[in-house]
């Protein structure tokens, strides 16, 4: 929601709502004397009940504006005779209606609200108040205190001892077992940490949250696998222990952290994210004065005029591999058309509100995927050699040697062109929001993992398991992994940290793009059957980008294939 210059998310917002629930109930309740505004309950509920889409009849907003009947009815009369209250109709053939904030009370709410927010920035020492959008509200930004490194101390001997991991076999996972390793020698020995790459992790995720015997007590989980596990009963849901846990949801970014939700509860952590960029080179845009590209037809023309196959310099390289990579692509490359695999709501930023799992709509075969194939096969046309044999790696190597003006890619691997001495690129590079089809929103995949726990672990055991993924995911370990080069931010107190920014200017990046509501979820939905639809599209996509097929032909096959899988797994549910 926006008034003039400021911009608030829906997400924002409801924590102001509750901020103001939250200072003002001591005060009635502990002064002799006091008692509720009722004008003050009406507008904070009629707001509340607007961001949260939930119809509010006259009675019950009486009810929560705490007066008697008759006040709180004369008072919300006047406001609909003047204008700040509007009432909707229930349905053609009801009287009554339900009532909501007319515009003028909710721009008027949001310039309340951006005050608070400003001036709560500027009493924290943490934005001045002329940059109070630099400050997200709710989040832990105490930029002033530098956050201290992670200490031994910090993590306890008795809960940590003989802890078994599947995770990941990435740098970062890595690295986060020898941090491990580092402060606690004896644990370390005794814990075991099984690190496995990609299509393996699924199969022995499978594996080990489904047989005890495998005694793993902490699961891995890339963030689109978790509808099929949590629908199937293996794993265990926290949300009983997470409020006696050492982790403030609070202090991650909502997209982030709502990767761990699945209809309605918690099952996993968000231990690191990565979004979807695209990387660009400062020095050829510079050297050829062609602005950045916003659109997908802005990025096409930039990369033919940078398109130098003599000079070995290709326009954009990207991830169009059979299988799983080009699948992520088109996934991607949909997203930025406004479309999704699956038909999804869109009416609060939480797009699992109100969304069946179980009944799913595919939207592959629609005008949103045709334009995402259409810009893939312009894409293919200004690729270096081989880009149908590239995954994240080749992908990445290429633009990192300097034969790429430009890369799509993740954040976390995108670090590698700062850091890596073998770098050609190192301080030339500009990291830029994906590039949308013309008129779409701005909006980037989010990706990573989740730490989760299978749920045939005892309930005392998940308690001491919560606290050791507590202190993985805890702001002192996080900025750890930022400054040693993972561009991770999940968390509003590392993306303040000083230090933390000055190491990447990933980190900021993310933080802006995150505030702005810009990263989605959506484009590879946690849904029962993602990892079959994602097999199916990578077979699919690839024929008609690089095949020769029918791009209408593909998409109608890839979306019955997918229906058939769907029809054929609902007994299983």
């Known amino acids: 929601m926006t008034r003039g210059n400021t911009t608030l998310s829906d997400h924002e917002l409801s924590r102001i709502i509750d901020f103001l629930r939250g200072i003002r109930a001591p005060f009635d309740q502990d002064l002799q004397g006091a008692k509720p505004d009722p004008y003050w309950n009406i507008v904070l509920e009629l707001v509340d009940s607007h961001l949260q889409q939930k119809p509010l009849d006259i009675s019950s907003l009486i ?38 904030p007319s515009v003028q009370l909710i721009e008027s709410f949001i310039a309340y609200a ?192 940078l398109h130098r196959p003599e000079k070995d310099q290709y326009g954009i390289s990207w991830n169009g591999a059979r299988g799983m990579p080009i699948a992520h692509s088109f996934m991607f490359f949909l997203a930025s058309s406004q479309g999704s695999i699956i038909e999804i709501p869109r009416k609060t930023e939480n797009w699992q509100d109100g969304f069946d799992p179980d009944n799913l709509r595919l939207k592959i075969n629609s005008e949103e995927g045709l334009a995402a194939l259409d810009y893939m096969r312009q894409l293919r046309e200004v690729s270096p050699p081989g880009v ?99 561009p991770v931010a999940p968390r509003f107190s590392v993306c303040a940290d000083p230090e933390a920014m000055a190491s990447s200017p990933i980190v900021s990046f993310v933080d802006r793009m995150a505030r702005r509501n810009e990263l989605n979820t959506w484009s590879r939905p946690p849904v029962r059957a993602y990892v079959d639809i994602e097999r199916i599209l990578g077979e699919e996509i690839f024929a008609a980008v690089f095949e020769g097929k029918a791009p209408k032909q593909a998409l109608a096959n890839a979306e019955n294939a997918a229906y058939q899988y769907i029809k054929a797994d609902l007994p299983k549910l």
């Not at 008072?75 to 209606?97: A, E, Q, S, Y």
């Not at 205190?145 to 101390?153: E, F, L």
């Not at 940590?160 to 995770?167: G, I, V």
């Not at 005694?215 to 409020?243: C, T």
Request: aromatic share 10%; with cysteine; hydrophobic share 40%.
């Open 63 to 100: 009810d929560l504006s705490q007066a008697s009947y008759g006040t709180g009815n004369r008072m919300i009369v006047k406001m609909i005779d003047d204008g700040l209250i509007v009432k909707v109709p229930r349905g053609p053939k009801h009287k009554t209606g339900f009532l909501a």
């Open 114 to 305: 951006s005050r608070i927010k400003a001036h709560l920035a500027k009493t924290f020492g943490l934005r001045s108040g002329a940059e109070t959008d630099e400050y997200y509200f709710g989040g832990s930004y105490f930029a002033a205190h530098i956050i201290a490194p992670v200490q031994g101390g910090d993590i306890s001997s008795s809960t940590l001892r003989n802890l078994h991991f599947l995770l990941h076999d990435d740098n970062y996972f890595g690295s986060m077992r020898n941090m491990w390793s580092d402060f606690r020698n004896d644990i370390g020995r005794k814990s075991s940490f099984d690190l496995r790459p990609l299509p393996a992790l699924y199969e022995q995720a499978k594996l080990a949250l489904t047989d005890p015997s495998t005694a793993y007590d902490v699961v891995a989980l890339n963030m689109p696998w978790l509808g099929r596990f949590a629908d199937e009963d293996l794993l265990a849901s926290l949300d009983e222990i997470l409020p006696s846990a050492a982790i403030n949801p609070l202090d991650f970014h909502p997209s982030v952290w709502s990767t761990g939700r699945w209809k309605g509860k918690q099952y996993g952590i968000p231990i690191y994210c990565t979004i979807e960029i695209l990387a660009a080179r400062k020095d050829l845009f510079e050297q050829a004065a062609l602005a950045f590209p916003h659109s997908f037809d802005d990025t096409i023309a930039a990369a033919r005029h």
């Open 388 to 486: 149908e044999r590239f995954d994240g790696e080749a992908n990445l190597d290429c633009f990192m040697a300097g034969h790429a003006a430009m890369s799509y890619a993740w954040t976390m691997r995108a670090a590698k062109l700062e850091h890596e001495l073998a770098s050609k690129v190192k301080r030339r590079v500009a990291y830029l929001p994906p590039p949308v089809l013309k008129g779409r929103q701005v909006t980037a995949p989010v990706g990573g993992f989740l730490l989760t726990i299978p749920s045939y672990v005892t309930a005392e055991r998940k308690r001491e398991i919560l606290n050791a993924i507590a202190w993985m995911a805890s702001p002192e370990a996080m900025k750890a992994h930022v400054r040693n080069g993972f």
